[in-house]
Antibody, heavy 120, light 110 residues
Framework: QITLKESGPTLLKPTQTLRLTCTFSGFSLTTSGVGVAWVRQPPGKALDWLAL???????RYSPSLKTRLTITRDTSKNQVVLTMTNMDPVDTATYYCAHDDPGGFGMDVWGQGTTVTVSS | QSVLTQPPSASGTPGQRVIISCSGS????????AYWYQQLPGTAPKLLIYRSNQRPSGVPDRFSGSKSGTSASLAISGLRSEDEADYYCSAWDDTLSAVVFGGGTKLTVL
């Protein structure tokens, strides 16, 4: 059974850096066809894809946020870390990590999400 | 402005069939699989349809997906009150090298 859980700060000030951790179980992020993605959702708004990392360490980023995002994996801890720099109030959202469908580019199992508020 | 276009709202009465559309382009739905997610209020999204027309185990067969050209559709038959939720489509975009989402459709069961 695949499970994922997000953790990280709930409140940040503008310009600070966000570091979110996704701890997963039920799969290994060590092969090319396996991936973990990050998606966010501002309050009352649509889902917004952020980044994806595969077991062969190939990474993909949202073009609009690419300069601010870094995604890494720690296979010994079964964790994926997303870092977003220069946080702004518009980055206030619920952040989800999800397992990537090996046969496509969709998210087949999602974490519960973690809410991040950016405010001075 | 979302890359994939969905109607903001849809509605139906119990027992009815509702179809939600998702319009894209040749770089996303036209060349890659579509995915559909259901998001109940206050909860994380849940995969409803993968690879355009496949249902994960546990998803009722009242839900079905299809794709034609650069558009995808989600059909819900035998509408039930518990289907009231937000529905999102997504696909990989070859030009952007990123997953793109639709703006979401809020389904109301009257």
């Amino acid at each position: 059974q695949i499970t994922l859980k997000e953790s990280g700060p709930t409140l940040l000030k503008p310009t600070q850096t966000l570091r979110l951790t996704c701890t997963f179980s039920g799969f290994s992020l060590t092969t090319s066809g396996v991936g973990v993605a990050w998606v966010r959702q501002p309050p009352g708004k649509a889902l917004d894809w952020l980044a994806l990392i595969y077991g062969n360490d190939v990474k993909r980023y949202s073009p609009s946020l690419k300069t601010r995002l870094t995604i890494t994996r720690d296979t010994s801890k079964n964790q994926v870390v997303l870092t977003m720099t220069n946080m702004d109030p518009v980055d206030t959202a619920t952040y989800y990590c999800a397992h990537d469908d090996p046969g496509g580019f969709g998210m087949d199992v999602w974490g519960q999400g973690t809410t991040v508020t950016v405010s001075s | 402005q979302s890359v994939l276009t969905q109607p903001p709202s849809a509605s139906g009465t119990p027992g009815q069939r509702v179809i939600i559309s998702c319009s894209g382009s040749s770089s996303n739905i036209g060349s890659n699989s579509a995915y559909w997610y259901q998001q109940l209020p206050g909860t994380a999204p849940k995969l409803l349809i993968y690879r355009s027309n496949q249902r994960p185990s546990g998803v009722p067969d009242r839900f079905s997906g299809s794709k034609s050209g650069t558009s995808a559709s989600l059909a819900i038959s035998g509408l039930r009150s518990e289907d009231e939720a937000d529905y999102y489509c997504s696909a990989w975009d070859d030009t952007l090298s990123a997953v793109v989402f639709g703006g979401g459709t809020k389904l109301t069961v009257l």
